[in-house]
């Protein structure tokens, strides 16, 4: 066997930073708690808002708009928006696999172009514009190449590059890769080789199915509602000292009602309950994937990564609206009741439904904003990274940094370098910093600002100054580090300071290729053949 360590990255799929035991939740995830208790537990991690644009940057070490999907997978006409991974980019597993890896996939792709869930037999996977994942760097694939699947009977499912037909009838999605991505690891072994797996969940994204076993642990944890839920946890997270300053939560969105005018309360309830069984079984399926390493001698020698892609989402899933999009029968012919209907409750096979903004404004405590947008809510993910004897921090650590950061992290690790070509293409350059040295306790403090734009909303944030701006909305400038909710605009105050990081971010936004919204937004709605993108 080398001695080269074995890398595991598992993204988590719209989970919120406060959705952790060991970020202040009462949903139950010991295995993930105790990786983070044992290893490093990073608070200030950003992603990109967004599930395509997150996957693109973490697999590539680009920006998203570099990588080619600067918002989803529609192809916008430009090659900052083509909406799959650009030829001029490698992702993690093309930079392994030179390296001596064996690169492994369980889970979601994303990143390979649109499809549309109702029209499969129309679908042109490996396509030069729906790239798989085994045509960028993995030796083995098992999962979904879209972005949303049902859980208990998914519309379209690869292993390797062929379609899965059949399923059984204890079928569950996050059961099931992890299944197949402890399979590709024991090969691995077998094969005398190093490892790099990604794990790619799609829990807790919508639509809201666990099991009923799972779903009972919640039973009357949630009747308390959203306003108890949210100060709660963040009470806990004080009382951890989760974070170097026990910063004011932000109020309810304005959007959310009070949990006592909230009508259906038994519903909502049931809906929470259904996303942290969810959760729960994550957790579940990684310690299998934990206690599986150990069995085969190879935990001590795996650097384990964890984190989410955006935050928690506060799509409402009409029946009109996204729902619309997605198979409306199970493959054995059963009916789907299709978008969030309060007479009909969450979490089995022949139901279709999100947890929707009041709960995901929990999921996101303390912070502001939802997936999508780049306020903290939107772009905040704790980092968990565990590697036995090479990794140990007593406390959280705060220094901000960002999802591009992963890739030069784990070459570091694997002590390889980027390639700088690849199938007669010229790789450009990668974007992040390395983390290895703040995971190893060391002073570290990023270099370069970081830039996030979705949608028209953009932020920038060097040290500990934040700019942040919703689309069609002014800047706001805010002190993260003694006020990371944003509640308290220092814009007019610094003039100066958001006068340079406006200069900043729009020389970034011209470079990378950044559309304005306005342009963007109707060449997105003719793609989907949508009157809006909010679902």
């Given at each position: 066997m080398s001695d080269k360590p074995n890398i595991i990255l598992i993204l988590a799929d719209d989970l919120g930073f406060a959705d952790l035991g060991c970020t202040g939740s009462e949903i139950r995830t010991p295995n993930i708690d105790g990786l983070a208790r044992d290893g490093a537990l990073l608070t200030a991690m950003y992603n990109c808002a967004r599930c395509c644009p997150t996957r693109a940057s973490l697999l590539?070490?680009?920006?998203?708009?570099?990588?080619?999907?600067?918002?989803?997978g529609a192809d916008l006409g430009t090659p900052a928006y083509r909406g799959f991974l650009r030829n001029d980019c490698a992702t993690i597993a093309e930079h392994l696999r030179a390296a001596g890896y064996r690169t492994c996939m369980s889970g979601k792709w994303h990143v390979g172009g649109d499809f549309m869930a109702r029209e499969v037999d129309s679908w042109r996977v490996g396509d030069i514009d729906h790239p798989t994942p085994r045509q960028r760097g993995f030796d083995r694939f098992y999962g979904i190449v879209d972005g949303v699947t049902h859980f208990f009977s998914p519309h379209y499912m690869l292993e390797d590059d062929t379609r899965v037909e059949t399923f059984p009838d204890d079928f569950y999605f996050t059961d099931a890769i992890t299944d197949r991505a402890i399979g590709m690891v024991a090969e691995a072994v077998e094969m005398e080789q190093p490892f790099f797996l990604y794990l790619a969940h799609t829990a807790p994204h919508w639509?809201?199915?666990?099991?009923?076993?799972?779903?009972?642990?919640?039973?009357?944890?949630?009747?308390r509602g959203w306003d108890a839920l949210r100060g709660s946890r963040h009470e806990t997270m004080?009382?951890?000292g989760l974070f170097q300053t026990n910063w004011q939560i932000s109020p309810r969105d304005e959007d959310v009602c009070p949990w006592e005018a909230a009508p259906h309360k038994d519903w909502e309830a049931r809906k929470m309950a259904t996303y942290a069984a969810m959760v729960d079984r994550m957790d579940q399926s990684i310690g299998t994937l934990l206690a599986a390493l150990k069995r085969m001698g190879q935990f001590d020698n795996t650097l384990i990564l964890f984190l989410s892609d955006n935050g928690g989402c506060a799509e409402f899933m009409a029946e009109d609206g996204w729902a619309k999009f997605f198979p409306d029968t199970t493959h054995d012919g059963r009916h789907i009741e299709m978008g969030n209907r309060p007479e009909i409750m969450p979490g089995g096979a022949l139901t279709y439904q999100s947890y929707d903004k009041p709960w995901a404004n929990v999921s996101n405590a303390p912070?502001?904003?939802?997936?999508?947008?780049?306020h903290e809510g939107g772009i905040s993910t704790p980092l968990i990274a565990h590697w036995p004897g090479r990794i140990a921090a007593p406390v959280p650590l705060h220094a901000a940094c960002h999802v591009v950061d992963i890739l030069p992290t784990i070459l570091e690790v694997a002590g390889a370098q980027p390639v700088a070509e690849l199938d007669g293409h010229g790789m450009q350059p990668l974007q992040g910093e390395s983390l290895l040295g703040l995971l190893r306790g060391k002073d570290w403090e990023r270099a370069q600002p970081i830039f996030f734009e979705h949608e028209g909303n953009s932020a920038i944030r060097l040290g500990q100054f934040k700019l942040v701006r919703l689309?069609?909305?002014d800047w706001e400038l805010y002190d993260?580090?003694?006020?990371?909710?944003?509640?308290?605009?220092?814009?007019?105050?610094e003039p100066d300071?958001?006068?340079?990081?406006?200069?900043?971010?729009?020389?970034?936004?011209?470079?990378?290729?950044?559309?304005?919204?306005?342009?963007?937004?109707?060449?997105?709605?003719?793609?989907?053949?949508?009157?809006?993108?909010?679902?």
């Open positions: 590539t070490g680009l920006y998203p708009h570099n990588a080619g999907i600067g918002h989803m639509p809201l199915h666990a099991h009923p076993e799972d779903i009972a642990r919640y039973d009357g944890v949630y009747g004080n009382a951890m912070f502001r904003k939802f997936k999508h947008y780049v689309h069609g909305h993260v580090e003694a006020d990371r909710t944003e509640l308290h605009d220092l814009i007019r105050g300071r958001a006068k340079a990081l406006v200069a900043q971010y729009q020389d970034w936004a011209d470079k990378t290729g950044v559309l304005d919204w306005s342009i963007a937004l109707p060449r997105l709605l003719a793609a989907w053949q949508m009157d809006n993108a909010e679902g």
